[in-house]
């Protein structure tokens, strides 16, 4: 095969992979098209996979919250039409789901928010660092700060959601376990108490963590 024909080939599959990638993520598509064009070898596998693990990420959300569901929906059948209902009713589990739908609503879309090139730290935090270095206004200077707070305080936002997520489907689980305990025994635990107290803080602080969000994305 001639050069020429090489070369012609070589583009044609650049230009597949930087349309591919476009019609993946308009949102930065652009970007990854053109960085694709010239160097498809090197940059669409490194695209292509960084997309699919932010899918991945919001999939796992969306399981973590199913699992929120079904640990509330066995905790309540569990305890239904006993002296224990009082504890956690369907009109609780509604009021937990809810907050729980919340955050994890917000978190999908950080999610998908920070998969954008623009919102990645590690380039938000070089783009400051290299313009600290450059004879740049300080108005420039001061505007790449300030998208280096805002990114980070984006990631901490979503790594606040994922903690707070996993930390009530563990509350629920614990609290499904000491009432099943308390049933099948028939005798009281006093650690459901707290367990009770502990669930229902954490709602209280999803409720702030949820109006605090709301302000700050």
């Not at 070589?10 to 990638?21: F, N, R, S």
């Not at 993946?24 to 960085?35: E, F, K, M, Q, S």
């Not at 450059?134 to 200077?141: A, D, E, K, L, N």
């Not at 499904?176 to 108490?193: K, P, Y």
Request: net charge negative; charged share 25%; glycine share 4%.
């Amino acid at each position: 095969m001639r050069l020429v024909d090489l070369a012609a080939l070589y583009l044609l599959t650049g230009t597949a992979c930087a349309v591919a990638l476009y019609r993946r993520d308009p949102a930065r598509g652009v970007l990854n098209a053109i960085t694709a064009l010239p160097l498809w070898p090197l940059w669409a596998p490194i695209a292509w996979t960084a997309r699919a693990e932010a899918a991945a990420t919001t999939s796992g959300k969306g399981d973590r919250l199913r699992a929120v569901r079904n640990a509330l929906d066995q905790t309540v059948a569990s305890v239904a039409g006993t002296s224990y209902e009082s504890l956690i009713d369907r009109e609780a589990a509604k009021l937990i789901m809810n907050e729980a739908e919340c955050i994890a609503r917000r978190h999908t879309e950080l999610v998908r928010l920070l998969a954008r090139e623009e919102f990645r730290l590690d380039k938000a935090e070089a783009e400051a660092e290299g313009l600290e270095q450059q004879p740049t206004s300080g108005r420039v200077r001061a505007s790449a700060r300030l998208h280096l707070e805002n990114v980070r305080r984006l990631h901490h936002l979503a790594e606040r959601d994922e903690r707070a997520l996993d930390e009530l489907l563990a509350l629920v689980n614990a609290l499904h376990a000491q009432l099943m305990l308390m049933r099948l025994s028939g005798s009281a635990v006093a650690s459901v108490d707290d367990i009770v107290s502990d669930l229902w803080t954490h709602i209280e602080g999803l409720r702030q963590a949820s109006a605090e969000g709301t302000k700050d994305v």
